[in-house]
C-alpha cells in the first residue's frame, strides 16, 4: 500500500462513501459514514492501522515515550529549544505521565486543559500535542487524543516595549565597553541575546553580521541557531557599523562581547550583572531587558518601510510571527509600500508623457 494513500470520499444517496485498495491491491469501498471528515477518520483510524499490519505493540507511558521523543528530538534543535519543550511538558507530564498512551482519554485531557493558566495553556497544550502527534506517527497510537479537546487559542498578544534610537543611544552611554556595543548591535541588527552574546569578531564583515550561533546554556555556544533560520546575515546599518568598527580588538578572546573573565556570558548573568543598572540609570522602565533591544529594532525596520518579508530574513524569524507580534506596525509598512508605489507610478507617467 503506498504511504500517501487516503481513500477516495464519495456522495451516496444517504450520505457519504469511500474506496480505497487494500494491501492486496484489491479495491474496496464502505458507505454510510455521514461526513467526508467522519470517513477519512474512520479510515485513518481503523483500516489503515489493520493494512499496515496494526501499531507498535509495546505498552508505553507519556512520559516514557515523551524520553524518546526528545531524545530524537534534539538532534536537530538548538539548546534552548530543547529545553522550551521540556518546560512546555512539565504540566502534562505531573498529570499524565504515568498513563499508557493508549490509555489517554480526550474527555480527561480535555477537563485538565480547562485548568491551565490562560498565560501557558496554548503553549503547553500545543508541546502535548506535539509529541502525540510523533506517537501517531510512529504508530504507538491510531489517533492523538489531544487534538479532539477543542480549539488551542492564542492568548492575546501583549503589546511589547518599543525604545526609540536616543533610548538606545542612553542605555548604551550608561554601560562600559564593549556592552555599550553590545546594545547598539543588540537593537540595530534585531538579535536574540543569545546570538548577541555568542558574536565573534570574525563574524563582523564590512557591512554584514553573520549570525552563526547562540548560547548553548552550558557556558559555552553553539553553531547552530534557535532555529534553521536563525542561521542568517544581517545587514549592518551605519550606528552599529561605526560601533563595531570603533571597538578595540582583544588577543584573549575570539568574542565581540565577552564576560569580564574572557568567557561566555550567561544571558541571565549579563541582564542581572550588565544590563539591569545601566537600564535604571539611563531611566528607562523595569519592564525593558535585553530582548527589548531586539523588538525595538524590529520596530524600526517595519517603521522604516522595509518589507516584511525582509525584516523576517534579517531577524531569523517568520512573516507569520511579525504579523502576529508586530501587526500594527505592518500597517505603517504597507502605507510606506503605497507610497513607493504611487511615486514609482508617476515617474512612469512622465517618463511616457516625454516620449
Known sequence: MPAEQSGSVYRT?????????????????????????????????????RMRGGLVNEALTLREFT?????????????????????????????FGDVNLADLRT??????????????RHAVVRALRQVLDAAVAWEYLARNPAKATGKNVRPTVVERIA???????NLA??????????????????????????LERGDFDGNVLHVRRTLDGEGGT???????????????PARARQALAELPP????RLLFPAPEGGVWDACNFRRREFKWARDSAGLAEAVVPYTLRHSGISWALAAGIPPSDVARFAGTSVTMLETTYH???ETSADAARVRLDAFSERLGEEVATK
Open 13 to 49: 444517496s444517504t450520505g457519504y462513501g469511500l474506496r480505497w485498495r487494500d494491501e492486496t491491491g484489491r479495491r474496496r469501498h464502505r458507505a454510510g459514514f455521514s461526513s467526508p471528515s467522519k470517513a477519512r477518520t474512520w479510515f485513518r483510524d481503523v483500516e489503515l492501522p
Open 67 to 95: 524520553a524518546r521523543y526528545i531524545a530524537r528530538y534534539e538532534v536537530d534543535r538548538s539548546a534552548v529549544t530543547v529545553q522550551t519543550l521540556k518546560w512546555r511538558l512539565v504540566r502534562p507530564l505531573d498529570e
Open 107 to 120: 474527555g480527561e485531557l480535555a477537563a485538565w486543559e480547562a485548568t491551565l493558566p490562560p498565560r501557558f
Open 163 to 169: 525604545l526609540e534610537p536616543a533610548d538606545v543611544d
Open 173 to 198: 552611554g550608561e554601560m562600559r565597553s564593549p556592552y555599550d556595543v553590545a546594545v547598539l548591535v543588540g537593537a540595530w541588527c534585531y538579535l536574540r541575546p543569545s546570538e548577541l552574546l555568542a
Open 222 to 236: 553553539k553553531a547552530r541557531g534557535k532555529t534553521r533560520r536563525s542561521l542568517r546575515t544581517v545587514p549592518l
Open 250 to 253: 582583544r588577543l584573549d578572546t
Open 328 to 330: 500594527h506596525l505592518l
